[in-house]
């Protein structure tokens, strides 16, 4: 059985990897040429940072709260925090879209997009 901390950790390599095929699916349905090089290397390689972070982070800390209510401690049982496995990679790639329009707006408003 997995601790809660290793479930974590997956959680988080699966939502990089949930941000990385929800920009390769705006690729695929033909977003290549909507942004320069600079601006795909700073939403694949700092985006991994960021969406870890903020997706994979807000997604252990809901179960975590979850098994809190649930249990009655939060480190009671690592079950709910193995559906961030599947939750994390999902909303990392369905986050992938907006953030790629916000970032051509921002490139667009200095003229480099």
């Known amino acids: 059985m997995l601790s809660i901390d290793q479930t974590n950790a997956y959680v988080y390599r699966l939502t990089i990897f949930g941000w990385w095929a929800g920009l390769a699916w705006h690729v695929y349905t033909g977003g290549a040429t909507d942004l320069n090089l600079f601006a795909w290397a700073i939403l694949i390689i700092g985006g991994m940072f960021v969406v870890s972070l903020i997706v994979g982070g807000a997604t252990a800390f809901v179960l975590g709260l979850l098994t809190r209510v649930i249990y ?14 599947i939750l994390g990679p999902v909303i990392a790639f369905f986050c992938a879209s907006p953030v790629i329009g916000l970032a051509k707006n921002f490139f667009a408003s200095f003229g480099s997009a």
């Open 72 to 85: 009655g401690d939060w480190r009671a049982s690592p079950a709910l925090y193995a559906w961030g496995t």
